[in-house]
């Protein structure tokens, strides 16, 4: 498997804070930092819940910021990778982690890991989703200085929803020959791409 972290400077300084965090209260945190994973714009806790951390864990907000961060992203990269128990477990120590934190981060990653993926999964990137697709072929025969023309186009509607306010808009694309056979190549390209990560 590649290598799913790299010992950075932040990573180090967060490692070393990490490690210095009361062990029967660390579990804790993780779970809630599983639990709002795959919530993009929302932040695993509010301001006065981070600040009665900073005071359990007698930390600076800068500190508390970069122990969230970096645990995030260690369960994000475990997600993304689909880590093995043994192969994070290992991963982790070579990050010079802890063994009781170790332990933890795998402990709550073995017990989550199939439900976390799948709500990363159906968590979308953009708000906006296509529901349909409506089209029709126009032919354009003559202009104010043209009589004999032959200027086939596609019009296309697409139905977009947004997920968050429920909306529907239509969102109208005209395309030539030439502009279509572009987009449709690039359809293809991207199918290809899609198909290879599959």
Known sequence: MALMFTATPSIK???ALINDLESSKFPLLLSRITQKLHLKDERTFSEEEEEKLQRTFELSAPDLELILQTLEF???QAAYH???PAVLTQQLQQLELAEDKVQAIVQKWTASAKETVQKLRETTLVPKQLEDVNWRLNLQ???ANKSKLKIPNALFELGVKDQNTETKE??????THDELYAFYNQLETIQKQLDGLS
């Open 170 to 175: 239509k969102i109208r694309l005209e395309f």
């Open 141 to 143: 025969m003559a202009q």
């Open 13 to 15: 300084k967060a490692v």
């Open 74 to 76: 260690i369960l994000q």
């Open 82 to 84: 689909s880590a093995k």
